[in-house]
C-alpha cells in the first residue's frame, strides 16, 4: 500500500481538528448554553457557539492556538503498510501547516527558535498501539498550550484513596480558573506511574462526551467530580457561571502499593480531535465528521 493515503488522511484530519468540532462536543456546547444561569456566562457561550459556527462556515481554525500536534495511531497487525508512517504524519502536518493553515508551534528548547512547520524533535508526537487487524486507526489531536499549562500530576499519600484524588483533581481545576478556558473537559487517571497516570488521564479526554464509562464505579465518579468541580462556579471563561466543565473522564491502571500517582488533564473548550479509519484496501472511514 502507497503511504500516500496515509498522508492524506492525517492531512484532512488535522484540518477537521482545526476547523470543525465534533458532533458531540458541539451538542454539549449547546446543551450548556440552554441551562446556564449566569447572563455574563451566557453570553462567552453564545460568543463561543458563533465563533463555531464562523469557523466551520469558513474553514478557518476554530482558535488562533492550534495546539501541539498529537496523534494516535491504531496499527493493526495485518495493515499492509507499516514502515513509513511516521514520515508520512511529519509530511502531513508541514502540509496542514501551510495550508490549513495552522500556528506554527513547535519551539526548539535547546535554540529557542521555532521550527516554523509544527515539526521538530519528538513532534508530531506519536501514540503507538498494535492490535491484531488489517486496519488502521488514526486520531488527530492539537493540544492547545492554555489547557496544557493547567494539566497536573499528583503523587498523592496511597491512603488518601479516592477521597484525595477528588480533592487534587477540584483543586487543580480551582487553581486554573479561566486559563484554560472553560467550560473544560476533565481526563483524570490514577495508578500506574507518573508516565503512565498522564498518558492515560490524556487519552481519556478522546472518548465522546455523549459517550457514558462503561464501568458503573467510574461513571458514578465522574459525576459525583463534574458535580463538585461546576459547584465551584468558575463558569464560562473563568467569568462565572454553571458550567465549568462539560464533562469528566475518569480511567485507571493498577498501582504499586507504595505509590498513587493522580493526573488530570485539562482541555478547553475548543476539544478538537479527528479520527478515521483506513481499511486495507485504501478505503477511508471518517469516524467523528462528515467527510
Same mark, same amino acid.
Given at each position: 500500500?502507497?503511504?500516500?493515503v ?22 454539549a ?6 441551562? #446556564? ?6 453570553? /462567552? ?8 459556527r ?8 476554530i482558535? /488562533?492556538?492550534?495546539g ?18 511516521? #514520515? ?6 508541514k502540509?496542514a ?18 521550527t516554523?512547520?509544527?515539526t ?14 488489517d486496519?488502521? #486507526? ?21 491512603g488518601?484513596g ?22 473544560i ?15 492515560i488521564?490524556k ?17 458514578k465518579?465522574?459525576?459525583?467530580l ?8 468558575i ?25 498513587y ?5 485539562? /482541555?478547553?473548550?475548543?476539544a ?11 478505503s477511508?472511514?471518517?469516524l467523528?465528521?462528515?467527510?
Amino acid at each position: 500500500m502507497s503511504l500516500r493515503v496515509v498522508e492524506e488522511t492525517a492531512f484532512t484530519l488535522l484540518k477537521l481538528a482545526a476547523t470543525v468540532l465534533p458532533r458531540d462536543v458541539k451538542e454539549a456546547l449547546k446543551r450548556a448554553y440552554e441551562t #446556564e444561569t449566569s447572563e455574563v456566562g451566557k453570553a /462567552q457561550l453564545e460568543a463561543i457557539l458563533e465563533d463555531v459556527r464562523l469557523a466551520e462556515e469558513l474553514s478557518k481554525p476554530i482558535c /488562533q492556538d492550534t495546539g501541539t500536534i498529537i496523534f494516535y495511531v491504531k496499527v493493526g497487525t495485518d495493515f499492509p503498510a507499516r514502515r513509513g508512517l511516521y #514520515e508520512a504524519l511529519v509530511r502531513a502536518t508541514k502540509r496542514a501547516t501551510k495550508e490549513v493553515p495552522l500556528r506554527p508551534n513547535a519551539v526548539d528548547p535547546m535554540a529557542e527558535r521555532n521550527t516554523g512547520d509544527n515539526t521538530g524533535r519528538y513532534i508530531p508526537y506519536v501514540h503507538w498501539e498494535l492490535f491484531d487487524g488489517d486496519y488502521l #486507526e488514526l486520531t488527530a489531536f492539537p493540544k492547545g498550550g492554555g489547557s496544557e499549562n493547567t494539566c497536573r500530576l499528583g503523587m498523592l499519600s496511597p491512603g488518601l484513596g479516592l477521597k484525595g484524588l477528588k480533592k487534587f483533581v477540584v483543586d487543580t481545576v480551582i487553581e486554573a480558573g479561566g486559563k484554560p478556558c472553560p467550560p473544560i473537559i476533565v481526563g483524570v487517571a490514577m495508578g500506574g506511574g507518573s508516565d503512565i497516570a498522564m498518558e492515560i488521564a490524556k487519552k481519556a479526554l478522546l472518548r465522546p462526551l455523549d459517550k457514558p464509562n462503561p464501568v458503573p464505579e467510574l461513571a458514578k465518579l465522574e459525576e459525583e467530580l463534574l458535580k463538585a468541580i461546576n459547584e465551584t462556579g468558575i463558569g464560562p471563561m473563568g467569568l462565572g457561571g454553571r458550567w465549568t466543565a462539560l464533562r469528566v473522564h475518569v480511567d485507571y491502571a493498577c498501582r504499586h502499593p507504595a505509590s498513587y500517582p493522580v493526573a488530570v488533564a485539562t /482541555q478547553c473548550w475548543a476539544a478538537r480531535r479527528a479520527s478515521a479509519r483506513i481499511g486495507p484496501d485504501r478505503s477511508v472511514e471518517y469516524l467523528t465528521h462528515e467527510v
